[in-house]
């Protein structure tokens, strides 16, 4: 367990002197948007929290940004109506209309 890394090292020096070595987890990184990769507002990175703490509820919550959501419900509208083509989507975006129009 102490040969991994999954567990941060911290080098500690107790009362007496000695440098001794302290394991403990990493701190969890904040999640981004999988579209644009900036971070989500609203989430905080913690492992002890509840479902309804680890994201939005809205559509796409705790995956897209607001602004990538609004995008991809923009053009699934498009799509369904047929002013746009799902070819001219960009391939990020696509998997996510797809969904929509599967709803």
């Known amino acids: 367990m102490q040969r991994s890394r999954s567990l941060r090292r911290m080098d500690r020096v107790t009362p007496k002197g000695r440098h001794v070595l302290h394991y403990e987890r990493k701190k969890n990184s904040l999640p ?3 579209i644009c990769s900036k971070e989500l507002n609203g989430i905080k990175a ?3 929290k509840g479902r309804s703490l680890r994201k939005n509820s809205r ?3 705790g995956v897209l940004c607001a602004n990538c959501a609004s995008q991809v419900i ?3 509208s498009r799509v369904e109506n047929g002013e746009m ?3 001219d989507i960009s391939i990020r975006q696509r998997t996510y209309i797809l969904q ?3 709803h």
Do not use: D, E, P, V
């Open 59 to 61: 559509i796409f919550g």
């Open 85 to 87: 083509k799902l070819n």
């Open 46 to 48: 913690s492992r002890s």
């Open 100 to 102: 929509m129009i599967s």
């Open 74 to 76: 923009k053009s699934a």
């Open 32 to 34: 981004h948007c999988a």
